[in-house]
């Protein structure tokens, strides 16, 4: 008999975002004639920047010749794309990270929900709520929770909640645990952490022993230089943390896949006698075991985004996307909404009119202005009572949204 994980079967319902698919399809079908306007998914909508196709054609060429093709490549990555990231995401700020401390992957979620797979059981761990789902939903398959109460907590994660006393940015918890999930900026409340946060959070970790998982997916979208981009500015992070960045948003990759994880090896836990032992070789291990490296031809593209050409291309996607958050900000706000972020972010996080309930929201925004958005209780338990927007779309699709939120709601 082939006995299941019954861990599975804790989770409270589907994925967040096949669900409002899944509802969006159905409304869809029944209402053909009804213009969506979809807001929910952080996908992106612009095309790949010319320096990145340019790049791709180029590798595509080279894979057909004999001299130049391409097998396996390397665990970690080409040493092209990696000096690159060093470079520019790391050494230009102050941060010096060694080349082999770069792990390219095909995406941040996957690097996110597997990361866990290199700690212990037992650990404990915290998330900020509302929060990225994968932080909750992988750690609950692999045993570390209990079952989830009333209100969707599971027994055994600290949640902090992240609202708007804190700026929706909590400081560490007040007891010790092991892992402790962060994002910044934050999807899906848009803020963005201070360096007195995370030196907080940094401080904390290392009095506690616990490890930091940091993503920064979005790091790209902080328009005031002086916020942190990476947790490695922060003083003592290279003996406590793990940061995963992406390429699907700062340069439209979320149909390329490519990104990265950072591990010091500095970084450490301990193992059953006591023994300390660097997590950069845990992953290096299970990187080589379960994965064969991100396909040449995608790497080369990911590495022209480095170049000025690139580098330019994909700033300017970014402050389009950037501007559309400002609109709706704006926008929505002199509608009488309660808005938040959408200045180091490209989601907008506001307050649910009239009372409603996230998922009432997400229907009756649905049925009466035909935009789809993101609940914000699929995000957590602290989410309830709040709703994320994208900033992904076109600007005519934008304002029109806008306005038709407006109408329905009587802003």
Same mark, same amino acid.
């Given at each position: ?62 894979? *057909? ?6 097998? $396996? ?5 080409? =040493?092209? &794309?990696?000096?690159? !990231?060093? %470079? ?121 022993? *616990? ?6 997916? $979005? ?5 005031? =230089?002086? &916020?942190?981009?990476? !947790?490695? %500015? ?178």
């Amino acid at each position: 008999m082939a006995l299941i994980n019954d861990h599975y079967q804790k989770l409270q319902a589907g994925y967040l975002f096949p669900e409002i698919g899944r509802r969006v399809g159905a409304y869809c079908q029944a209402n053909p004639d009804a213009a969506v306007i979809r807001l929910g998914i952080g996908d992106v909508t612009l095309p790949l920047v010319p320096a990145v196709v340019a790049a791709l054609h180029e590798a595509v060429d080279e894979m *057909a010749s004999e001299k130049s093709f391409r097998g $396996y490549g390397p665990d970690n990555g080409y =040493d092209f &794309l990696t000096e690159q !990231i060093r %470079e520019h995401d790391y050494r230009r700020r102050g941060v010096a990270i060694e080349l082999d401390e770069i792990f390219v992957s095909d995406g941040s979620k996957q690097d996110s929900g597997n990361i866990q797979e290199i700690f212990g059981a037992d650990c404990t761990l915290s998330v900020t709520d509302p929060s990225y789902p994968v932080y909750v939903d992988t750690n609950v398959m692999a045993g570390r929770s209990g079952e989830a109460n009333e209100r969707g907590y599971y027994g055994g994660i600290v949640y902090l909640p992240a609202n708007e006393d804190n700026g929706f940015t909590p400081g560490p918890p007040e007891q010790g645990v092991d892992i402790a999930y962060l994002c910044s900026p934050n999807n899906p409340t848009g803020a963005v952490a201070s360096r007195q946060n995370l030196q907080q959070w940094v401080d904390w970790a290392r009095e506690n022993d *616990a490890v930091i998982v940091f993503d920064a997916a $979005y790091d790209a979208f902080i328009q005031d =230089d002086a &916020l942190p981009r990476s !947790i490695f %500015e922060i003083e003592g992070a290279r003996e406590c943390a793990i940061e995963m960045r992406s390429f699907s948003k700062r340069a439209g990759f979320t149909g390329v896949r490519c990104a990265y994880t950072v591990i010091p090896k500095s970084v450490t836990g301990s193992n059953a006698t006591g023994e300390r032992v660097a997590l950069h070789g845990l992953w290096a291990r299970r990187h080589s075991t379960k994965f064969n490296a991100v396909p040449y031809i995608v790497q080369r593209a990911a590495a022209a985004c480095y170049s000025p050409e690139g580098a330019a291309q994909t700033a300017e996607q970014v402050g389009y996307y950037m501007e559309n958050a400002r609109c709706i900000r704006e926008g929505l706000g002199a509608a009488g909404f309660t808005v938040f972020a959408g200045e180091h972010a490209p989601y907008v996080w506001l307050k649910t009119p009239r009372g409603l309930t996230s998922w009432q929201c997400f229907d009756e925004l649905l049925e009466k202005a035909h935009v789809v958005g993101t609940p914000g209780s699929g995000f957590g338990p602290s989410g309830e009572g709040y709703f994320r927007i994208s900033a992904f779309n076109s600007r005519e699709n934008v304002d029109e949204a806008i306005e038709r939120i407006g109408k329905a709601f009587g802003g």
